[in-house]
């Protein structure tokens, strides 16, 4: 495993991270036995970065990590959870003061952990950006000066939040997702200032939530159909060619060397030992570029998240 330093937290992750969303069902159904036997998997496999949210599976994902952490030493993994988001409308985001700083103690509790050594706010974008800077992360802080978490960081979908919020308070992590994968890497546009302040770059979602993989995305992906069939036309090229899309995607994602970390989602330990074996294998060429040629037409196309003014 390749390790890096997430800017200025100066921990030490793993460059391929565990995103545990889908330990909460959020692709289809999960057991005990599944989730702890990938937890392990990765853990074996140098992978010690994990990375989930009370939003996923309305808690499942946190309450089943819990029962996986059982028996693990603490010290073996960096544990990156959220506040914000509890659902999928705009009534169920809580940004308060009051509500985040509940919310670090029921993540903890869920989980079983003493701290978490990163603490996010949960897709900003569905906020007003200035109570984020003024009461969120304030109130964040103070949760790390108790000693409930180590480093403070913002998540969402449009990059522009993110500028937003850099440029007028500290934060030490960014999560962004679905913009640095074959068919997006509008990110590259925020690197120089990510750079500049050495904040950790954490980039999630290098299938695309699913649109590069062989089974496709789930029925929720908010992509544009355009963007669903071009995803699918490439994966349908890649596996008559006897390769796979989402080799291709991963080592993509993995060769920006300024991304710190990427997160694939999985509860399956096969699909841990998978990527891990990806990470090293080549990837032709030819078929890259083939790949990137069908997916032009549709590079950087996005789709609208949270507030329309934040987008
Ligand atoms: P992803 O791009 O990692 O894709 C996940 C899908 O890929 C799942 O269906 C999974 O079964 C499949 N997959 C994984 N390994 C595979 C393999 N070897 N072969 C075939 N299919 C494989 O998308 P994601 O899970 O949404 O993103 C990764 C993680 O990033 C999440 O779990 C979460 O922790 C984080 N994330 C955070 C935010 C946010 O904060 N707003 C948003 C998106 C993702």
Redesign the pocket.
Known sequence: MIYRTLGRTQLRVSLLS?????FGG???GVGEQQCKACLDKALDLGVNFI???PY?GLMKAETMLGKCFRGVPRDKFILAT?VG?YGSDFADFDFSAKRVTASVDESLRRMGVEYVDII?C??IEFEDLDLVINETLPALREVVRKGKARFVGI???PLKVFRYVLERTEVDTI?S??HY?LNDTSLRELLPLLKAKNIGIIN????????????GP?VWHPAPKTVKDACKKVAELCKAQGA?I?QVA?HFALSNPDLHTT??????A???Q??VE?MSAPVDQKLLAQVQAILAPIHDVTWPSGHPKNN
Request: with cysteine; net charge neutral; glycine share 10%.
């Open positions: 565990l995103g545990a969303s889908p959020v692709f289809g990375d989930v949210s996923y959220k988001r996010q949960h897709d998540t969402g979908l999560l997702y679905c994968a999630a979602s290098p299938y695309s939530m699913g649109l590069l993989t062989e089974q789930p796979n989402s991963l997160l694939v989602g999985t509860a399956k096969e699909n841990i998978k990527n990806w």
